[in-house]
């Protein structure tokens, strides 16, 4: 049975660091970083995390049509916001999957995002169906280093099965080696990194072709016919030159991102792969690799149905889509790496009652409310009685997934008497486009650009933080709609 790749997509956060304002606030410092100083580096909102860039990731993939042979979800990252609690399972419910579904955390290596894409794979091909693989990560790091300036956040999805496949999986290799270029113990908030020569000589160079030996004596591919190799690597020039000892054309190389976008983690390998996908033509080869205590390496081919998979924004529409951050000091206050005083306003107890948040898992993490059967009236929240006057009808409503509809201003407020990470707090009415309305938060808007009218799309995001207890509430919020 042959298997593959059926649908993707992907996201990048809106925001943008430019490096150069990275520089400039640490030359005092670390005159060095002027090395790294050109291009951007995607950066979360202060509401965005590994989780949130999934759930937009996998929208984009999905593209409002769930699978009905969906049989399993897994989810990779080496930054789940959760340690103990099943992060594939907040993912699913945020995007209403239902309960019959395997889920699964895919994590604790760089290369987990490959190596979970592969067991996935593996999987189908004994049992069939389909499934949604999502890779994302948001890695902190400590401030002035060079890591600061190369890692990004970004997230990739892949809808995996055996029926109108855009990309053949044609077979992978693995190699387990514990060489450790870097690692992050257990608590531990930032990566600890090794010396870059030791990495390149010792690691990349000495390892990945092993893995490429491996996987072309496994295939009937020579390296030669390889149109497409996908690498990630922070360290310059290693690609090029892997690729020309195993006998890939230079041409074949792709571009790793990283002027503007950086290092995305466990994800970069999925990220490029769908920003290879949206460039490639029907009959190519794609080779994937991926690093991190050894050495993954996938092959695909494309398919004529390439062509014909409906529009995706996928990684090259969220690069479009930015606005560029030259304000360092909201980069470190995002990522706790400063001590701000949030004054009395944000002294309150943020503790989430688990058992309201169970009972109301659909309405909080998936935006679900009710739609009436005898009017058809839309209303959120669902309740026991129809809100339109004209009907009242009782017990009447079914689920209607409010998460997936646009969306426009009706009133709005720019607040900045009520404590946000990113004063002044957005919020106001919006009025859904097949009915419905409620008061949502505001995000990903700028001061001065909100108006009534204002075309929006519900994102799920960091609702609040209970730093107290480590706990992160989730809900749906109104981000500006963007065309094309």
């Avoid at 892997?242 to 041409?251: D, M, N, R, S, T």
């Avoid at 404590?419 to 106001?428: E, K, L, R, V």
Wanted: hydrophobic share 40%; aromatic share 8%; proline share 3%.
């Amino acid at each position: 049975m042959n298997i593959g790749i059926t649908a993707y997509g992907g996201y990048v956060p809106r925001l943008r660091l430019n490096r150069q304002a990275v520089v400039d606030a640490n030359a005092w410092f670390a005159p060095g970083l002027k090395t790294y100083a050109k291009g951007e580096r995607a950066m979360c909102n202060w509401d965005e995390d590994s989780l949130t860039l999934a759930v937009e990731a996998a929208r984009d993939c999905l593209a409002g049509a769930t699978p009905a042979d969906l049989a399993a979800l897994y989810f990779a990252s080496t930054t789940h916001p959760f340690a103990d609690r099943q992060n594939a399972g907040v993912l699913a419910t945020a995007l209403q999957l239902g309960e019959i579904l395997a889920t699964s955390d895919m994590t604790a290596s760089q290369r987990a995002g490959t190596s979970g894409l592969l067991t996935a794979l593996r999987a189908l091909q004994g049992q069939g169906g389909s499934a949604l693989y999502v890779a994302s990560d948001d890695r902190k790091t400590k401030a002035a280093g060079t890591a600061e300036l190369l890692y990004g956040a970004g997230a990739a999805a892949l809808l995996l099965g055996s029926e109108n496949i855009i990309a053949d999986f044609v077979g992978g290799h693995q190699i387990a080696v514990d060489f450790v270029d870097h690692y992050r113990a257990q608590n531990e908030a930032y990566d600890y990194n090794w010396e870059e020569r030791w990495v390149r000589d010792e690691g990349y160079l000495k390892i990945v072709p092993k893995a490429l030996q491996g996987l072309f004596a496994a295939v009937d591919v020579a390296p030669g016919d390889i149109d497409h190799f996908v690498m990630p690597c922070v360290l310059r020039g290693v690609p090029q030159r892997i690729a020309k000892g195993a006998g890939i054309a230079e041409a074949a190389v792709r571009d790793n991102l990283h002027g503007g976008l950086g290092e995305t983690g466990t994800a970069h390998a999925l990220v490029m792969l769908v920003h290879a996908l949206q460039q490639a033509k029907a009959g190519e080869t794609i080779l994937v690799i991926g690093w991190g205590q050894g050495c993954d390496a996938l092959l695909f081919r494309t398919t004529d149905a390439l062509a014909k998979l409906a529009p995706r924004s996928g990684i090259a529409g969220a690069l479009a889509r930015r606005k560029e951050e030259t304000n360092y000091n909201k980069y470190l206050a995002f990522n706790d790496l400063i001590v701000r005083d949030l004054s009395m306003r944000a002294e309150t107890d943020k503790q989430t009652p688990l058992t309201t948040l169970y009972r109301n898992k659909e309405m909080l993490t998936a935006l679900i409310g009710g739609e009436c059967t005898k009017c058809g009236t839309v209303q959120f929240p669902k309740s026991n009685v129809c809100v339109n006057p004209n009907c009242g009808e009782f017990h009447s409503q079914k689920d209607y997934r409010f998460a997936d509809r646009t969306a426009k201003v009706v009133t709005w407020t720019a607040d900045n008497l009520t404590f946000s990470a990113d004063p002044p707090a957005h919020y106001g009415i919006v009025q859904f486009d097949k009915g419905g309305r409620f008061m949502a938060e505001f995000t990903d808007v700028d001061v001065g650009a909100v108006d009534v009218g204002m075309s929006m799309r519900m994102m799920f995001r960091i609702k609040e933080h209970d730093t107290e207890r480590g706990f992160k509430k989730y809900f749906w919020k109104a981000a500006p709609q963007v065309s094309g």
